[in-house]
């Protein structure tokens, strides 16, 4: 039943069995109305089901031999130039960015989870802000997108970050570029919250309408690079009685995550929760949602404790190597761990 | 009418001729593992890799990839849907083969890259789409001679459509299934796709897609990666003609 494989809705799909269309052959010579008449809908939706048909059977048509086989395919070697050229997003913390291989990537998903109080939402402002440094500074020179599940933005610090940030591109400037006053651009720190779109959603049903919404909203505004979305697990942990819609819901959202990264050439960060497992013998820590949400994301970076220090660890990469890098959250946002400080450990 | 529908009859004797011709085996790249499969992938088989995540499916479907590319000549189409296919990874899969001393290094990484093809898929409909698009071209003889077809990872593409009480995303899986056989088998291709793993019984894990999905790959891989020491080992759960065995130590990537 080739009508079965189209995109099309379930009700739609059940008339068009059920009146006896059943294959592609059949649908392409009737017209709206008549098809309108037969399934009793209206003449729009009938329109609706033969544009997807003609898209399918447009599809069939035999491509002429080139080298990239189907519409859309790039070969690896255009794709290694592209990623040659593109700009990482940084975390401020040199440690962090030398095991991210320079940053959070564009055009791939990053999952970031952690136990509460390690700093995911620390990162998450600061990746928002960076995002905005200029490319005269190394930056992206974008905008950020920032989805707040469980309300813990908080305006106060993302300004203090922001203030931190143009005072290093200040100090940046004064050390390095003392002649050079052509591409001094002093970003007030108001201008970095100017460029940051917020979005507060309360239940999982607002939070999937977001992420459908966000492809209209980024081609409107063409220059986000980031989206951030704090916490991806929030609505989907508490009060969720069918298990099986949320792996299918929780699917779907990724795939369109993934789907806007490559889209729109930005990066989307993910902050996700842990839970404990009973694995191997033991309760582990975990991060949240599941096994199948484990593979949603392009990389994973895991937070945890090592004493009294932060330490980020690289779970999951297509191309770099697993290590650990520790950082700090300090009042300027997040930046490398002190060297080697001595505390004073009272018995 | 029935006749000119009805797929054409072969004897054993042709089939044999079929396989000893047409349908070779591709070494993955990674020695344990062609040591594991008597040699490598089989063109017209569908190859699974399931496993946890962060096992090394992707580096494997990589790896295969850049072998395939640089040993056989032909295309390797590599469908993903999770925008890890890493061009830089490939690289140093191809720098790590050659001779250090070679200098045509950058034209052999050149000529291997520009015959991978890579396609983002997001939804599995866009998928069929693609698969029949491939099947048609095929058909027609039109473009370069496809070698093997790579899909990371076909259930992340299929399970937001299966279950939910409608026996449609069992029905789209089963199809996307049959006609990768289809193409593998019609047209001399190896497929590889991979799948993830879910909460099985007694707190065990098995690979997902459910068992309508068990017996549509020819030959299943369970990869599984020990935290602890960094080892990996890999082993067969289903092959047409080899023991179910596990090899150690398999991915030394």
Known sequence: MEVSTLPISASHRGKLISSGYTSLSSLSSVSPSRLAQDLKISENEAVEILKVVSRRSGSEKIENGNHAIMNGAQTAWDMLHEEESSVCITTSC??????LGGGIHCKEVTEIGGVPGIGKTQLGIQLAVNVQIPSGYGGLGGKAIYIDTEGSFMVERALQIAEACAQDMLEYDNLLRKDSQACRVIKQPKAFLENIFYFRVCTYTEQIAVINYLEKFISEQKDVKVVIVDSITFHFR?????????????????LKLMKLAKQFKLAVVLLNQVTTKYKEGSFQLTLALGDSWSHASTNRIILHWNGDERYAYLDKSPSLQSASAPYAVTGKGIRNAAPNCKRVKLM | MIESQCRPQFNGLELLEDAQLNKRILSTGCERIDLLLQG????????????????????????????VARKYSGTVMYFDSGNSFSPKRIVQFLTQESDPANTEVDEIVQRVMSSIVCYSIFDIFTLLDMLHQLMNNLKSEIGCNVRMLII???SSLIAPVLGGGGAHGHALMVTAGFLLKELAHEHNLSIVVTNHMVAGEAGSSKPALGDSWKSIP?????LHRYRATNDSCISILKHPYLNCITVPRALNL
């Open chain 1, 94 to 99: 040199s440690d962090l960015d030398v095991i």
């Open chain 1, 238 to 254: 508490q009060d969720f009685e069918d298990m099986a819609l949320r792996t299918r819901l929780l699917g779907g959202m990724a």
């Open chain 2, 40 to 67: 490598g992938l089989r063109v017209g088989h569908v190859t699974e890799l399931a496993g946890p995540s962060s096992s090394g499916k992707t580096q494997v479907c990589l790896k295969v990839a850049s072998h």
């Open chain 2, 152 to 154: 990371d990872s076909l």
């Open chain 2, 218 to 222: 020819h030959v299943r891989l369970l």
